[in-house]
């Protein structure tokens, strides 16, 4: 997969199969910098990247069995690829160990989020350092996105059938039933998200504010069915 990557000109950011980041100039056509990540995941296969302008996030992970060594969970890595610094994310092998491999990522600069096979839904706020949190779904994540703002919150989709609005500590404040695993989910405000479901619906979703103390057991949906595709 390729992103398109800001911050150093304009560059595109391809996945190769040896485990490298290539950043190549699309004004230009020539290589910007390639990076090998060997040296922070030690042969892990690159599973997903987000990026906030030149930082990218990097989630590597073995599938079931395929680890030589028998470890397991997920490694996570941050590269400025307009500095050439980075690093691995403290902890995050054995906080995601045991739930399943990883289905989605989400990073907005400071919250980096992973949603696995197992159901768990985790999160580490990087700019703060703070301990990651979990909370879980009733079957696979399939989704995950930030909500902007400044509560550091983080909306999710699941096989389940369900959205969940998490906030800043990994706590519940919202669920919402669709009837149909999510597959798709963004938020492209503090109060609205937009959901895709496996059954060809997408939905609308007013996301509550967080401010009250006791938490909304429903998230409200203005048009619950916005279109089904054909």
């Given at each position: 997969r ?8 304009t ?9 490298t980041l290539?950043?190549w100039s699309?004004e230009t056509?020539k ?5 090998s990540?060997?040296?922070?995941a030690?042969?892990?296969p690159?599973?997903f ?9 990097c989630v590597?992970?073995?599938g079931?069995g395929?680890?030589?060594d ?5 490694l ?10 980075g690093?691995a994310?403290k902890g995050?092998?054995?906080v995601?160990e045991g739930e399943?491999?990883p289905r989605c990522?989400t990073f ?9 096979s197992?159901g768990a839904?985790?999160a ?6 703070y301990a ?6 009733g079957?696979?994540?399939g989704?995950?996105?930030n ?7 983080i909306v999710s989709?699941?096989?389940d059938?369900?959205i ?5 500590e990994?706590k519940?404040?919202?669920?919402m039933e ?5 597959t798709?989910?963004?938020a492209?405000?503090p109060r609205?998200a ?5 059954d060809?619906a ?15 057991s ?9 279109c089904?595709?054909?």
């Amino acid at each position: 997969r390729d992103y398109k990557v800001t911050g150093v000109q304009t560059c595109a950011l391809p996945i190769s199969t040896k485990r490298t980041l290539v950043v190549w100039s699309l004004e230009t056509g020539k290589l910007h910098a390639a990076y090998s990540v060997d040296g922070v995941a030690k042969g892990t296969p690159l599973r997903f990247t987000a990026h906030v302008e030149s930082v990218i996030a990097c989630v590597h992970a073995f599938g079931d069995g395929d680890d030589p060594d028998g470890g397991k969970g997920v490694l996570a890595a941050l590269l400025d690829v307009k500095t050439g610094e980075g690093g691995a994310v403290k902890g995050a092998r054995e906080v995601t160990e045991g739930e399943g491999e990883p289905r989605c990522l989400t990073f907005d600069g400071e919250l980096l989020c992973v949603g696995t096979s197992g159901g768990a839904v985790i999160a580490w706020n990087v700019g703060e350092a703070y301990a990651p949190w979990k909370g879980y779904h009733g079957g696979e994540v399939g989704c995950v996105a930030n909500v902007p703002g400044d509560a550091a919150r983080i909306v999710s989709g699941g096989a389940d059938g369900r959205i969940i609005l998490w906030d800043g500590e990994g706590k519940a404040q919202a669920r919402m039933e669709v009837g149909s695993p999510v597959t798709a989910i963004h938020a492209p405000s503090p109060r609205l998200a937009l959901a895709g479901t496996e059954d060809g619906a997408v939905h609308v979703v007013a996301l509550c504010d967080g401010r009250s103390e006791e938490h909304t057991s429903e998230l409200q949906s203005p048009c619950n069915l916005v279109c089904r595709l054909l």
